[in-house]
């Protein structure tokens, strides 16, 4: 059973998170189709999501103009998401921002001192797999 939002997408031909970084050369957005297991999600209304990545944070989607949500329960669910993807550096601000979003405590937040650079995707559509 799969959930849609926004734009409609298909499931077909998404690559793995293993495969993301691979794709993306220097600083361009690359477009690309992925799949992979939702680690986090923004507790206040379902504005990002964190995909699995081995060994490191995961990936941060968001999603195209604040144009949809996500359901906030889909932790451990798998996710197909289609849009762009570069590196980018969050700020130490923003990572607080979504710690705090994800309901970590104070002592956890207070541990964030480094910007951090890595892939985040601009997502048009997602479906998410019931």
Known sequence: NQKPFGAP????GAITMAQVSSKIKGSEEVKMKVKGEVESVCEVKGCWMR???AGKDGMLVRFKDYGFFVPMDIEGKTAIMEGVAKMDTT???DLRH???DEGL???EIAKITEPEIDVVFMADGVIIEE
């Open 91 to 93: 700020s130490v601000a």
């Open 51 to 53: 995909i699995k990545q």
């Open 105 to 107: 405590s104070k002592e």
């Open 9 to 12: 997408i298909s499931p077909k």
């Open 98 to 100: 979504y710690a705090e």
